[in-house]
């Protein structure tokens, strides 16, 4: 359970953010989370979230993409989680499809753009759950219904932790990012490939690997070539940071060996 002291100064944090926000008007009778690019599929699928007390509240947005936005969001504990809700309005998903052929996990592709999204949403909970499953840190998963996904949240409410592109890094951040790549590839099956300096949170407690939407199985057909660039771009920043080590392809021969 919550410390009680430490719940109500998060209470605080929250309902402050709340009335600040310029994007969420919530009916706190009936329940209802209401905002301007919500569809009503939307609306029905946060209600359903929160019947099934996967949710307790929805707060402001926190980071916004032009696919996704992350919503500050409360569980049945009053402990703090992170909301990614998928636009359904977005346009570019028809262009990850590659991203899902060829992956055995999910059978028949979608028709559909809205399809598309639901199984791109699912799919990103799988990732976490096995990125977990393999020792990685990600953000914990808690559910996800059609275009919603919750999971851990990470940072200070309302303040999302910040990534390696607004942090100071050093060489832990260095050994953490190329042991991840191999964990990830030995031990989950699987590569993130899109693995950047904005997907990976570094807080008090260590860095954490997020947004594992592009994530597929090392049997995927393009693994190989995802692997080479998730490495070529870790080791591009890590070089501009004025962080050295070996080349990529030795890397890889690393991790593949």
Same mark, same amino acid.
């Given at each position: 359970m919550a410390d009680p002291d430490e719940s109500s100064k998060m209470r605080e944090r929250l309902?402050?953010?709340?009335?600040?926000? @310029?994007y969420l008007r919530k009916d706190s009778d009936?329940? %209802?989370?209401?905002?301007?690019?919500?569809?009503?599929?939307? !609306?029905?699928?946060?209600?359903?979230?929160?019947s099934r007390k996967d949710l307790r509240e929805l707060y402001g947005v926190v980071s916004a993409g032009k696919e996704a936005r992350v919503y500050l969001g409360e569980d049945?504990?009053?402990?703090?989680?992170?909301? %990614?809700? /998928?636009?359904?309005?977005?346009?570019?998903?028809r %262009?990850?499809?590659? /991203?899902?052929?060829?992956?055995?996990?999910?059978?028949?592709?979608?028709? &559909?753009?809205?399809d598309t999204i639901y199984l791109w949403t699912r799919k990103e909970f799988k990732n976490l759950q096995l990125a977990e499953s393999a020792g990685v840190r990600v953000p914990k998963p808690h559910a996800f219904y059609k275009n919603i996904l919750v999971m851990e /949240?990470? &940072?200070?409410?309302? !303040?999302?932790?910040?990534?390696?592109?607004e942090s100071e890094v050093d060489e832990d951040d260095y050994r953490w990012t190329f042991e991840t790549i191999e964990k990830l590839w030995k031990r989950g099956k699987m590569v993130h490939a899109d693995f950047s300096e904005f997907n990976v949170f570094k807080t008090a407690s260590g860095d954490?690997?997020?947004?594992?939407?592009?994530?597929?199985l090392s049997s995927h057909p393009q693994a190989s070539e995802y692997l080479r660039r998730?490495?070529?771009?870790?080791? @591009?920043?890590?070089? %501009? @940071?004025g962080i050295s080590g070996k080349d990529a392809s030795e890397l890889e021969a690393e991790v593949t060996k």
């Open positions: 309902l402050r953010f709340e009335r600040e926000s @310029r009936e329940r %209802k989370v209401l905002e301007e690019v919500f569809d009503r599929t939307t !609306q029905l699928a946060v209600e359903e979230l929160i049945t504990e009053a402990k703090p989680v992170a909301v %990614k809700i /998928y636009l359904t309005s977005a346009s570019d998903f %262009k990850r499809m590659g /991203y899902i052929a060829g992956d055995r996990r999910f059978g028949k592709l979608p028709s &559909g753009s809205r /949240y990470m &940072g200070t409410p309302p !303040q999302p932790a910040p990534t390696f592109a954490v690997l997020f947004d594992m939407g592009s994530a597929v998730d490495l070529a771009n870790m080791v @591009r920043f890590f070089r %501009k @940071r």
